[in-house]
Structure formats: structure tokens, C-alpha cells
């Protein structure tokens, strides 16, 4: 998604992510490394890494996520389409595991805690004051100036799937000739996404929180997303490769064998 959002914004002012610029993928703790040295000019990367290099003096922060897409998808739950049919309950009992502990990481309260915990050298390996979860709690660092969350965990239209933010990722992925558009795209998104394991969830748990109404998509450049015209919108964006549009054989739904 890092990688989505920053060719996004760069190609939205006119810079070919491909041609201009030369993007790399490189370990967190190596990117901070290799600014300081000078071996590359700048980084896409979630917090701590930004402020630690803001405080440290080695760069400082120009956007951030929320300002390109605010509450773009993240990190998901994912899981074989096999076990997940032979495993039902599980299934949902997992996704009502990840539920709750999104809430309880969406409240303040516990960011001491959770800064604490990711301090260690299993995680992050750094000082627990390094590690913030929103301007808040950190004034002055010139990368959230509306004092908003870096994370969003939990909330109306956060934690559920989307299959319209997902067919974004595929025009996106297709946009640089990552993939070939699917031009079965709605069966993959009907059989990939199980809303109805998220909404099962939610309700055993009592959340109403995590409602959702579809809504368009809508970046910090203003152009709209037409979910319902994928190839439309791929022809209309400023920069783009050559792609191709292709049929993705899925098979048939079968269940881990016992």
C-alpha cells in the first residue's frame, strides 16, 4: 500500500514513478541508516521512522498517507480459502480477536502501553519515546498539523472490507503493469472478500462502531474513483504503462481436506 499511495502522489505532480525517480524497497531501520549516510534522498515508511529521523535531524516529514488518502486500507487479515471453508467458526472467532484488539489500540489510553511494548527488541528495538501514535501526544513535528492519529484502527468504515478500495488497488496494480486488469474483477472481489465473516463478527461482539456505507473514493487530488467503469478510469489517469486487460481463472471453492 506504501508503495500505491507514493506512486500516486507522485505521478499526480507529474513525476513518473518509474522514469524520474528510483524506487527500492529496503528493511525500516536500513532506510533511516542510508538517509543519514546520504545513500538515498527520502523514504515511505509509517512512524516511528519519521520522527525519528525529524528529531534526529536527518529529514523531514513532506505528507503523510492520511493526507494522500484518508482512511485508505492498510494491513488485513487474510487467510487460505481452503481452511477458511473447512474452518468456519474459526475463522470468524479470529476476526473477532483482531477486532477487539484494533479497539483497544484505537484508545488513547493504552498508547503508553503499546509504546512500551513495541520498544522491545523483538519489534521495533528502539526507546519507547520514540515510538507515537499521534501528533497529540507529540506537538511540533510538522507531520500531522490537524494533531490526527499516524494509525486508524478502529472505527465507522475502517475495519470492515471493501470490495470498491480493493478494486482500486487493482486498477493501481494494473495502472503499472503490475498485473493484467481482471476482467472477471467482480467475481474475484465477491469470492476474496468475505464481508459476511467481518459482519457476523461484529455483530457477536456488539460492535456498531465498525458500520459502513459505500461512499466514493476520492484522493487528495480531487479525481474520483468510477468503481463502476475500472477501465474508464485507468484510460484517464495522467500517467500510466501499457496494460492489459485478462481473464484470471480462480477454480472452484474447495475445503481443506480432512
Known sequence: MHNLLLRYWLAANGIDPDQNVHLQTLPPAQMLADLKDGSIDGY?????????????????????DLEIWSGHPGKVLGAREDWALAHPNTHIALTKALLEACRYCADPDHWQEMSALLSDRRYLGMKAELIHFSAQNNPGDGFAPHGEPYHLFFGAGLNRPSRTEHLWIMT????????????????????IFQVAVFSTAARELGLEEVSWQRQSIEL?????FNSDDPIGYLNTVSLHRDFSVAEIPIGVPRAMAA
Do not use: K, T
Not at 515511505?44 to 503523510?64: F, Q, S, T
Not at 487528495?220 to 474520483?224: H, I, T
Open 172 to 191: 493501481q496494480l494494473a495502472r503499472w503493469a503490475e498485473i493484467p486488469f481482471p476482467r472477471n474483477y467482480v467475481e474475484l472481489l465477491e469470492r
Open 220 to 224: 487528495f487530488d480531487g479525481r474520483p
Open 44 to 64: 515511505c515508511i509509517g512512524e516511528p521512522w519519521n520522527y525519528r529521523a525529524n528529531r534526529e535531524g536527518h529529514g523531514v516529514p513532506i505528507v503523510g
